[in-house]
T-cell receptor, first 115, second 114 residues
Framework: AQSVAQPEDQVKVAEGNPLTVKCTYS??????LFWYVQYPNRGLQFLLK??????LVKGSYGFEAEFNKSQTSFHLKKPSALVSDSALYFC?????????????FGTGTRLKVLA | NAGVTQTPKFQVLKTGQSMTLQCAQD?????MYWYRQDPGMGLRLIYY???????DKGEVPNGYNVSRLNKREFSLRLESAAPSQTSVYFCASTPSRDRDNGYTFGSGTRLTVV
C-alpha cells in the first residue's frame, strides 16, 4: 500500500530565510511525487512533480524539491521565503508501476512566513 | 477560463437530505476525481473515474455515489446526508493515466450537514 507523511503540522520561518517542508513516502514501485499549495478558500494548485530523472526538480514560484530514494523523502524547499508563500502545502504520491489512478495525499503542512 | 468548475460553492443540508455536487472540466481530460478535505486528515479520495464510462471507489466511498455523465462532467451524490459528511469537497481532473501532469482542482464545495 502507498502512503505519504508530512511530519510537521506547521512550519514558521522568517521572510528571507530558507524554508523546508518535509515529506516522506512509501510505495512498492516507482514513486510519482507531487507538491501542491492551497491558499485560503481556494482549490489546490500544482507546484512541481518528480516522475523520473534529475533528483532536484524546480517548480512554480521559486520552489524546488529534492527526491531522495534512500531516505524515501521529497522535501520542498525555497532559498528565500516570502510572506506571500504562507499557505497550506500538500505532498502527494502514487505508485507509478501499479497502474492505479489513485494519488495519496499527506495531511498538509501550514507554512507561515513572518515579516 | 479553462479549468474545473464546481457548483455549488456552499451548501447547508439537514441530516437525511440528499444533494448532488456538480463538477465540469473543459480541458478534455480523461480522468476525474472527487476528494474530501477534513482538518488534520488531508485529502481523501471518495471516487474516481479513469475515463468516460468508468467509475471506481476510492478510500472513503461509503455514503456517496457518482455519475460520469460524459467526458466533461462528474457528479457526486449524497443520498442521505449525515453530519460526518460535513467537509470541503474538491473535484479534480488529469489528462490521462500516462501523463502525470498533476491534478487540476476546482475551487471546492463547502458542505455543512446539521
Amino acid at each position: 500500500a502507498q502512503s505519504v507523511a508530512q511530519p510537521e503540522d506547521q512550519v514558521k520561518v522568517a521572510e528571507g530565510n530558507p524554508l523546508t517542508v518535509k515529506c516522506t513516502y512509501s510505495v512498492s514501485g516507482n514513486p510519482y511525487l507531487f507538491w501542491y499549495v492551497q491558499y485560503p478558500n481556494r482549490g489546490l494548485q500544482f507546484l512541481l512533480k518528480y516522475i523520473t530523472g534529475d533528483n532536484l526538480v524546480k517548480g512554480s514560484y521559486g520552489f524546488e524539491a529534492e527526491f531522495n530514494k534512500s531516505q524515501t523523502s521529497f522535501h520542498l524547499k525555497k532559498p528565500s521565503a516570502l510572506v506571500s508563500d504562507s499557505a497550506l502545502y500538500f505532498c502527494a504520491v502514487r505508485d507509478g508501476g501499479s497502474g492505479t489512478y489513485k494519488y495519496i495525499f499527506g495531511t498538509g503542512t501550514r507554512l507561515k512566513v513572518l515579516a | 477560463n479553462a479549468g474545473v468548475t464546481q457548483t455549488p460553492k456552499f451548501q447547508v443540508l439537514k441530516t437525511g437530505q440528499s444533494m448532488t455536487l456538480q463538477c465540469a472540466q473543459d480541458m478534455n481530460h480523461n480522468s476525474m476525481y472527487w476528494y474530501r478535505q477534513d482538518p488534520g486528515m488531508g485529502l481523501r479520495l471518495i471516487y474516481y473515474s479513469a475515463s468516460e464510462g468508468t467509475t471506481d471507489k476510492g478510500e472513503v466511498p461509503n455514503g456517496y455515489n457518482v455519475s460520469r455523465l460524459n467526458k466533461r462532467e462528474f457528479s457526486l451524490r449524497l443520498e442521505s446526508a449525515a453530519p460526518s459528511q460535513t467537509s470541503v469537497y474538491f473535484c479534480a481532473s488529469t489528462p490521462s493515466r500516462d501523463r502525470d501532469n498533476g491534478y487540476t482542482f476546482g475551487s471546492g464545495t463547502r458542505l455543512t450537514v446539521v
